[in-house]
């Protein structure tokens, strides 16, 4: 008889602590901190304007770097800083630079914490993830690898993800503005900025930031 209760009492006993695990849902994916170091080829439509940029973002160093082919355009330089300085540049014959102060840095590896998940969906053929953020972004990341894919700002700025290196490093002399960039008085010849990448990237920095601090 005592052998036939044991079993019974043993398996009421448990049911309390079991069954608010198996009852809660499974958690909401949370999206991939940047590496610390990478670089990303990225292919960007800006409303049918279309760019290809390579993306060198190095947070050790406080730096981030958007250059940017215009489709059969200009070549243009975006050089941010952590402590708010942005050099926007061109090279060659036109000389064209603007420096630009902003009151945040560069995006923190972890600047996606807090997303809202939306859910998977596919992209470019990529079975993805998705998050949103702040009304400003919507992200898009690889199930299996965890590599980003695609993402899209608010204005409908968009960006697919061709290449994604962890790790490496645009050397140091590379990370120069030129001579122009730093002259004083005469009024130079300066690129349009507003709605270019680096000008969205702080805004969304700002946004981020006032959300969470990391
Ligand atoms: C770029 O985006 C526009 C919408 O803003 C779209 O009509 C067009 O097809 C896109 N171009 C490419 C090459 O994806
Ligand atoms: C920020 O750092 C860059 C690179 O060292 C420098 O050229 C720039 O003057 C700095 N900006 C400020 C406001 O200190």
Redesign the pocket.
């Known amino acids: 008889m005592a052998s036939a209760v044991k079993p019974i009492f043993v398996f009421l006993l448990f049911i309390p602590f079991h069954f608010p695990v198996l009852s809660s849902e499974p958690k909401d994916p949370t999206p991939s901190a940047w590496p610390l170091q990478f670089h990303s080829v990225l292919f960007m439509n800006n409303s049918g304007t279309l760019q290809k940029v390579d993306l060198w973002y190095d947070w050790p160093n406080?730096?981030n770097f958007n250059i940017i082919q215009n489709q059969l355009g200009k070549l243009t330089y975006d050089l941010e800083?952590?402590?708010?300085?942005s050099?926007i540049y061109t090279l060659g014959s036109n000389k064209e630079c603007r420096?630009l102060?902003f009151d945040v840095g560069i995006l923190r590896p972890h600047w996606l914490d807090g997303a809202n998940y939306l859910g998977r969906q596919q992209k470019d053929g990529f079975l993805c993830n998705v998050w949103e953020k702040v009304d400003f972004i919507w992200y898009y990341e690889d199930v299996v690898t965890k590599r980003p894919v695609y993402w899209a700002f608010y204005t409908g700025y968009t960006a697919h993800v061709m290449t994604f290196e962890v790790g490496a490093v645009l050397e140091d002399s590379e990370?120069q503005?030129p001579v122009y960039c730093?002259k004083e008085g005469e009024e130079e010849r300066k690129p349009d900025v507003i709605g270019s990448l680096g000008w969205i990237g702080r805004r969304l920095g700002k946004l981020m930031r006032g959300v969470s601090s990391s």
Do not use: E, L, Q
């Open positions: 406080g730096r800083w952590d402590n708010g300085t050099f420096v102060h990370w503005a730093f």
